[in-house]
């Protein structure tokens, strides 16, 4: 079904977590489809002119419910911070105030997700039906997440989706950005976790913005689940390395980090500690799939990994 051209409607869009980096890229994209978006997020800034900014602590269900009046569409791009102890803590209650702030004011939920709940033994390849198994405590969050929004879909006093993505590759909040670009530019070895033989593909983080605005304005797409677009090339970690290290003119040498020193690492850098129970994804290949959205959408252009990495490399300043 080709993209259709529609003039934007008036209808109030609102972004929780807009200071992100999917929440700027959505915010980019959602002028095709409205006149009116909200960013709300503690400290929101601008993209458009006009934007309307709404700063808000989203861990106040009354905040959320203030964030949440007068929008047809909630897009939530929120991030908390990379600690177990804090999920736990927040992403529950959180996502239940979102949710009773949508049925309340009659607003649709999109809600932007990752691939942690799904089973490890089942990553090559995995698609909207990959069985949720966590094995690690932030996926078991992620799927009550999940749980939480498709019981409320199934029960009809709900209409939402999950746009799901694969590990970034962008300018922020990108493994590859941190443990590749800024070690080559430092002059240092690329960093790589596990195995660098095993498959891994990535979702470009203005593409997965793009199509999740094209995803809640799309009526039909509600009340399932969607894999966002990413380029089908199966690329391996040494891959990945030699492509950043052509496109930077340097020699493409790296470390592997051994599951077993993460833990030791973790005792002086908390953030290899929370990353540790993750590890399995690049122990094995780690292929997502998203053929799905291309079916429905087929005019959709998704970015080739060569490009994504040529536009970060152009674009990058540090």
Same mark, same amino acid.
């Given at each position: 079904?080709?993209?259709?051209?529609?003039?934007?409607?008036?209808?109030?869009?609102?972004?929780?977590?807009?200071?992100?980096?999917?929440?700027?890229?959505?915010?980019?994209?959602?002028?095709?489809?409205?006149?009116?978006?909200?960013?709300?997020?503690?400290?929101?800034?601008?993209?458009?002119?006009?934007?309307?900014?709404?700063?808000?602590?989203?861990?106040?269900?009354?905040?959320?419910?203030?964030?949440?009046?007068?929008?047809?569409?909630?897009?939530?791009?929120?991030?908390?911070?990379?600690?177990?102890?804090?999920?736990?803590?927040?992403?529950?209650?959180?996502?239940?105030?979102?949710?009773?702030?949508?049925?309340?004011?009659?607003?649709?939920?999109?809600?932007?997700?990752?691939?942690?709940?799904?089973?490890?033994?089942?990553?090559?390849?995995?698609?909207?039906?990959?069985?949720?198994?966590?094995?690690?405590? $932030?996926?078991? #969050?992620?799927? @009550?997440? %999940?749980?939480?929004?498709?019981?409320?879909? *199934?029960?009809?006093?709900?209409? +939402?989706?999950?746009?799901?993505?694969?590990?970034?590759?962008?300018? $922020?909040?990108? #493994?590859?950005? @941190?443990? %590749?670009?800024?070690?080559?530019?430092?002059? *240092?070895?690329?960093?790589?976790? +596990?195995?660098?033989?095993?498959?891994?593909?990535?979702?470009?983080?203005?593409?997965?913005?793009?199509?999740?605005?094209?995803?809640?304005?799309?009526?039909?797409?509600?009340?399932?689940?969607?894999?966002?677009?990413?380029?089908?090339?199966?690329?391996?970690?040494?891959?990945?390395?030699?492509?950043?290290?052509?496109?930077?003119?340097?020699?493409?040498?790296?470390?592997?980090?051994?599951?077993?020193?993460?833990?030791?690492?973790?005792?002086?850098?908390?953030?290899?500690?929370?990353?540790?129970?993750?590890?399995?994804?690049?122990?094995?290949?780690?292929?997502?799939?998203?053929?799905?959205?291309?079916?429905?959408?087929?005019?959709?252009?998704?970015?080739?990994?060569?490009?994504?990495?040529?536009?970060?490399?152009?674009?990058?300043?540090?």
């Amino acid at each position: 079904m080709p993209l259709e051209v529609k003039t934007p409607s008036n209808d109030l869009q609102t972004i929780l977590g807009s200071g992100g980096s999917i929440g700027v890229e959505l915010a980019k994209a959602l002028p095709e489809y409205t006149t009116r978006i909200r960013l709300v997020s503690r400290s929101p800034k601008k993209i458009h002119d006009s934007d309307e900014l709404m700063a808000a602590d989203l861990s106040k269900a009354s905040e959320i419910d203030r964030a949440v009046a007068g929008s047809a569409i909630v897009y939530v791009t929120v991030g908390f911070e990379y600690s177990i102890n804090v999920w736990q803590k927040v992403w529950p209650p959180f996502m239940r105030n979102v949710i009773d702030a949508c049925k309340k004011h009659k607003a649709k939920l999109v809600f932007f997700d990752n691939v942690y709940m799904y089973d490890p033994d089942h990553l090559n390849p995995m698609t909207e039906e990959t069985p949720m198994r966590p094995t690690s405590k $932030k996926g078991a #969050v992620r799927k @009550e997440l %999940v749980e939480m929004i498709m019981a409320e879909v *199934k029960s009809g006093k709900l209409t +939402a989706l999950i746009a799901r993505s694969a590990d970034f590759i962008g300018p $922020k909040n990108s #493994v590859l950005i @941190e443990t %590749v670009y800024k070690n080559f530019r430092q002059g *240092k070895k690329a960093n790589w976790f +596990a195995d660098v033989s095993k498959l891994h593909n990535f979702t470009f983080t203005p593409d997965a913005g793009q199509a999740t605005a094209l995803l809640g304005n799309t009526p039909d797409a509600y009340n399932q689940v969607w894999h966002l677009p990413t380029d089908r090339s199966q690329l391996t970690g040494k891959q990945w390395i030699e492509l950043f290290a052509r496109q930077m003119n340097v020699e493409p040498k790296y470390q592997v980090l051994p599951v077993w020193l993460m833990g030791v690492l973790g005792i002086f850098v908390p953030i290899m500690r929370e990353f540790k129970e993750m590890a399995y994804q690049y122990s094995r290949d780690y292929v997502f799939d998203s053929h799905k959205f291309e079916a429905r959408f087929p005019d959709f252009k998704v970015t080739s990994s060569l490009h994504a990495v040529r536009v970060i490399v152009d674009g990058m300043v540090l």
